[in-house]
Every structure is written in structure tokens, then in C-alpha cells.
């Protein structure tokens, strides 16, 4: 079955770049969209945007200014980068699959990897 | 498109029927999922379109409603069952939005 797992730096530097990679085992990264979540501790769940393999992005319009997705179909692996990082950043973040335009919501889910702005 | 969830947090015991409840800014139809999460662990996805029950997922758990209101029930809560729910609209697709949470604790 298809799994996903998140990874990246744990420590990002304020006004820096937070890059995250996501890796998709058990099936092609080419048949699906996918997602990037984020949750901050104690607090509820933020999407920050989505991609297709076809080539299509739709972003979080309070993040849109500092997010680019990109994906490595010969690696099965898609990415995240969130420029101008401040504390405010800080959170889980997850990448999942997104089934939404189906009506089938966000059904596979990486573990989640933290991400702490700070200097 | 807001989602607000109530309540914030509910205290029940092994056994209890629950029922969070999900309200939309606006008509979403049925376009609501519903996802478990407990501690240190990624959301589950439990319930797509309002009130289709994902694989795997008990029958225990079921979802209604259509249009600003939907619910979440738990017919006899069961130990697992103790976590935070999430509700989450897909009307906007691409764009999603939650709902803050209802965490679910033991009594």
C-alpha cells in the first residue's frame, strides 16, 4: 500500500528557507495529488498547498507569497519550500495524499516531520 | 470557507454515544471528511463525503448532515476512541480548510 514519509532539517533559522521532501513507497507519485498540511503544537490543522504531476499548484493564499512545491517523478519524491521562516512557522508538518477533487478527503498521510524556527 | 467545530472538548466513558458537530460558513453540500487524531500520530481519515465510512474504519462510527451542519457520531465509545477530531471541507477543493478540533477525553 502506498506509504509517505516526510524528511528535512528539524532546526530552520529565522528569515531562512524550510525545505521538506516528501517520498512516496508502494505506489507512483504520477497517479495522485498531494499535499502539504501543517499543524502547529496544541493547534488545529493548516493546509498550505497542493500539486499535481500534470503540473498544476494551488497554494494557501495567507502562504502563497513564500511556498513552492516541485516534485522528482524519478525519485518518487515531491518538496516544499517556505521562504522568510519566522517562529510563527514552527509546527508538524505532514504531506498526504489528496483525494479532495474526488470527494475522497486527505486518505494517506506521512508521520509528519518537525520543523522549529529559531536561531 | 470557516469551519467551527463544537464543542471545543467533550468528556464521555466507555460506552457513551457522541456526537461532535461541524458547522460550515457557507453551503458545502456534502463535501465533508472527517479525521482522528490522536497523540504524536497523523490524522486517520474516518468519514468522506459526510457520510461515507472509510476502509477499515468501525461501524461505530457514522457521519450526517448536508449543506452548513454535519455531525460526527460514536455509537458506544470504545477505549482507541479517546483523541481529537477534525472536520475538514473539500467544497473549495483544491483549497481545504479545518476545523479546530473537538479533543475527546475519558470522564
Known amino acids: 500500500q502506498v506509504q509517505l514519509q516526510e524528511s528535512g532539517p528539524g532546526l530552520v533559522k529565522p528569515s531562512e528557507t524550510l525545505s521538506l521532501t516528501c517520498t512516496v513507497s508502494?505506489?507512483?507519485?504520477?497517479?495522485?495529488?498531494w499535499s502539504w498540511i501543517r499543524q502547529p503544537a496544541g493547534k488545529g490543522l493548516e493546509w498550505i498547498g497542493r500539486?499535481?504531476?500534470?503540473?498544476?499548484?494551488n497554494y494557501n493564499p495567507s502562504l502563497k507569497s513564500r511556498v513552492t512545491m516541485s516534485v522528482d517523478t524519478s525519485k518518487n519524491q515531491f518538496s516544499l519550500k517556505l521562504s522568510s521562516v519566522t517562529a510563527a512557522d514552527t509546527a508538524m508538518y505532514y504531506c498526504?495524499?489528496?483525494?479532495?477533487?474526488?470527494?475522497?478527503?486527505?486518505?494517506?498521510w506521512g508521520q509528519g516531520t518537525l520543523v522549529t524556527v529559531s536561531s | 470557507i470557516q469551519m467551527t467545530q463544537s464543542p471545543s472538548s467533550l468528556s464521555a466513558s466507555v460506552g457513551d454515544r457522541v456526537t461532535i458537530t461541524c458547522r460550515a460558513s457557507q453551503s458545502i453540500t456534502t463535501y465533508l471528511n472527517w479525521y482522528q487524531q490522536k497523540p504524536g500520530k497523523a490524522p486517520k481519515l474516518l468519514i468522506y463525503?459526510?457520510?461515507s465510512l472509510q476502509s477499515g474504519v468501525p461501524s461505530r462510527f457514522s457521519g450526517s448532515g448536508s449543506g452548513t451542519d454535519f455531525t460526527l457520531t460514536i455509537s458506544s465509545l470504545q477505549p482507541e476512541d479517546f483523541a481529537t477530531y477534525f472536520c475538514?471541507?473539500?467544497?473549495?477543493?483544491?483549497?481545504?480548510?479545518f476545523g479546530q478540533g473537538t479533543r475527546l477525553e475519558v470522564k
Open positions: 463525503a459526510a457520510s
Open positions: 508502494g505506489g507512483s507519485i504520477s497517479s495522485d495529488s
Open positions: 498526504a495524499r489528496d483525494r479532495n477533487v474526488y470527494d475522497l478527503g486527505f486518505d494517506i
Open positions: 475538514q471541507q473539500s467544497y473549495s477543493a483544491p483549497r481545504a480548510t
Open positions: 500539486f499535481t504531476t500534470s503540473g498544476n499548484t
